[in-house]
């Protein structure tokens, strides 16, 4: 019985690893040009995501601002210090945005 299991067991290896090496070729002789769409395909997701965090943290800090001030929503001094404050708020976000997508842009000018 044992035996049976350990025949099994090796001619379950020996396919496995035949696998491999026949299609190791494929895995890991990746052309340039294949590794390139990769990384700039990484690098358009990374920055994706890193925009969205820079507007969610934007909605909610604008959405704190208002809240906070909304007591005092009648004084026309105080509702000129939102706009002001959310104003500010969005061109950050702007200025965040814009340094995540053209920074690796000027980088990419120097290489």
């Not at 990769?38 to 909605?59: D, F, M, P």
């Not at 959405?63 to 105080?78: G, H, S, T, V, Y």
């Not at 939102?82 to 814009?98: C, E, I, P, Q, T």
Request: with cysteine.
């Amino acid at each position: 019985m044992k035996i049976k299991h350990l025949k099994e067991m090796t001619a379950s290896a020996l396919t496995a690893s035949y696998l491999a090496l026949t299609n190791s070729s494929v895995v890991f002789a990746a052309s340039g040009g294949q590794v390139q769409s990769k990384l700039t395909q990484a690098a358009n997701t990374v920055q994706s995501i890193l925009t969205g965090l820079v507007v969610l943290v934007g909605i909610c800090v604008a959405l704190f601002i208002i809240i906070k001030r909304m007591p005092d929503a009648d004084d026309p001094r105080e509702k000129s210090e939102v706009y002001h404050a959310v104003g500010r708020v969005a061109g950050l976000v702007a200025l965040a945005a814009a340094v995540i997508w053209l920074l690796p842009w000027v980088y990419s000018l120097f290489t």
